[in-house]
């Protein structure tokens, strides 16, 4: 027998054979002293437990039945855990025991194009992953000697954010705004726009029910997203520990990307739900509560997920992670305890409108209440020049078009400077799933500032401005190429498109 155990092992040194054979050359007896704990009660994916007087917050638990919780409070008589894996056996009574462990998901380039929960199992029916490394959850994020300047942007495609609000890599910008007003569809088409551009997305599905996840998913794959896009789902019917470890497992899995020196781009959507089911459970596990019921360290907690998104150093790998956490308001009411929470933790806002997506102006992006406060400073050098004052001019725009309501007369250089906010206003409109190059960007700053569509109508600037995308994505120009070449083109291209509509 051993003689065969031999050979086995010569042959399959990974074989379970040979591992068993080395459990077993290696065991001792001795005595050894656990801790057993019960449990009280269940309920609303939470666990009360007594015994285990070891237990340290975050550890994870394993239960006799095979569900598995992680410790979330911990009291002198008995210990609250959230239930992350739950059967049908799990009763009162049920053993508990110590792991000494803390929550832990497997990350890695297996990771892209797959659809996962916030433990790292799959969702979808790709098959089984198998990881090579794993990372915490929940970890402090990198000190500031590890970090570096937001000084290079991160394009979106939307003409309103690349060139108004810029984003930088390694920001945070907060889109907010009530529901229905197009933030998740802001945020996929930031996703969308990453193609071919080396950025590894990571997109959390938090609370939404079945029908969006299938949507946001599938709208992922149609695009070509999905295969450098990884998406965590935890569901609308999903316990809320899960909804809870949600956003932090998305995170860990960007992280890992950001410490190997990529560049990542992650979308929480959205953490008002976030917001709820942490309060679900802290007044499960009767936790004191404070303004709209909501404990203390909520702040605590957003601000501790979102600081891990950064730019490292160069002698950290150069990694990034840009966050784009949404947050929903009522009534465009954004003086609320969570949303200006997130305006104070993160570089800026992406304001949607409810009254400007009712008008028809898509994307519903307010200008006057939205601002990047860092992402100008990595914004390229000619999309800033070109910008310059444009949404300064944009917002005496929109004061003056207000006189225009009452029948007020207006001098020759009011009515120009209103036609032109009109024009300007009509460029900016743009359809979902549709992101832009940063070169056509270019092209109609350009055409804008040397007031080449001042002779168009607003009824012919779409197809206008569809005819001059397709002649700048067939020209090949750079954002570097010289000024006057541009403008050049850009004259040739609408003088040409002006003599076709008009034969």
């Not at 057993?36 to 394993?62: F, K, N, R, Y």
């Not at 950025?199 to 709208?219: E, F, M, N, P």
Request: glycine share 8%; net charge neutral.
């Amino acid at each position: 027998m051993k003689n065969n155990i031999a050979t086995a092992t010569a042959q399959q040194p990974d074989s379970p054979l040979t591992r068993q054979a080395d459990f077993l050359s290696q065991y001792h007896y001795r005595l050894r002293l656990s801790e057993q704990g019960t449990v009280i009660s269940v309920g609303d994916g939470i666990a009360w437990i007594s015994g285990l007087p070891s237990a340290c917050m975050d550890e994870m638990v394993h239960l006799e039945d095979g569900s598995t919780a992680q410790i979330f409070h911990l009291g002198s008589n008995r210990i609250g855990a959230i239930l992350l894996e739950q059967t049908a056996q799990l009763t009162a009574g049920t053993a508990v025991f110590l792991t000494g462990n803390r929550l832990r998901i497997g990350t890695g380039d297996v990771l892209l194009g797959r659809v996962i929960d916030p433990l790292g199992k799959p969702l979808d029916d790709a098959g089984s992953l198998s990881y090579d490394t794993y990372c915490l959850l929940d970890r402090q994020s990198p000190p500031i000697i590890a970090r570096d300047f937001v000084s290079q942007p991160i394009y979106t495609g939307n003409k309103i954010v690349d060139t108004l609000i810029p984003v930088g890599k390694g920001q945070r910008q907060l889109i907010i705004g009530d529901n229905g007003c197009g933030k998740s569809t802001l945020a996929i088409d930031a996703v969308i726009n990453q193609r071919g551009k080396e950025v590894y997305c990571v997109y959390v599905l938090i609370g939404q029910k079945r029908s969006a996840v299938a949507s946001t998913i599938d709208i992922l794959r149609r695009s070509g997203a999905l295969v450098y896009t990884v998406v965590v789902v935890a569901e609308a019917n999903a316990m809320p520990g899960l909804k809870y470890l949600a956003p932090f497992a998305g995170c860990t899995v960007a992280e890992a990307w950001m410490a190997q020196g990529h560049d990542t781009l992650i979308v929480y959507d959205d953490l008002s739900t976030h917001a709820r089911s942490y309060r679900e459970l802290s007044l499960l596990l009767r936790k004191p509560p404070g303004r709209e019921a909501y404990p203390g360290d909520i702040f605590y907690l957003h601000s501790r997920l979102l600081e891990r998104s950064t730019r490292l150093s160069a002698n950290q790998g150069g990694g990034s992670m840009t966050a784009l956490p949404i947050i929903e308001t009522e009534q465009g009411e954004i003086a609320t305890y969570i949303p200006t929470n997130l305006i104070s933790i993160t570089d800026g806002q992406i304001y949607l409108d409810h009254r400007l997506f009712v008008r028809g102006f898509l994307p519903a992006i307010d200008v006057t209440r939205s601002v990047s406060r860092i992402g100008g400073k990595a914004q390229h050098p000619v999309i800033k020049k070109e910008a310059g004052r444009m949404k300064l001019d944009y917002l005496q725009f929109l004061e003056l078009e207000i006189f225009t309501r009452f029948g007020t007369k207006l001098d020759k250089s009011m009515k120009k400077r209103i036609q032109r906010g009109q024009i300007l206003r009509e460029i900016l409109k743009q359809e979902s799933q549709s992101p832009v190059t940063i070169e056509f960007q270019l092209a109609w700053l350009i055409a804008y500032n040397e007031g080449l569509f001042d002779t168009i109508t607003l009824e012919h600037i779409k197809t206008t401005l569809q005819y001059l995308q397709t002649q700048v994505d067939n020209a090949g120009l750079s954002i570097d190429t010289g000024r006057e070449q541009w403008k050049q083109l850009i004259n040739a291209w609408l003088k040409q498109y002006s003599n076709e509509q008009a034969t």
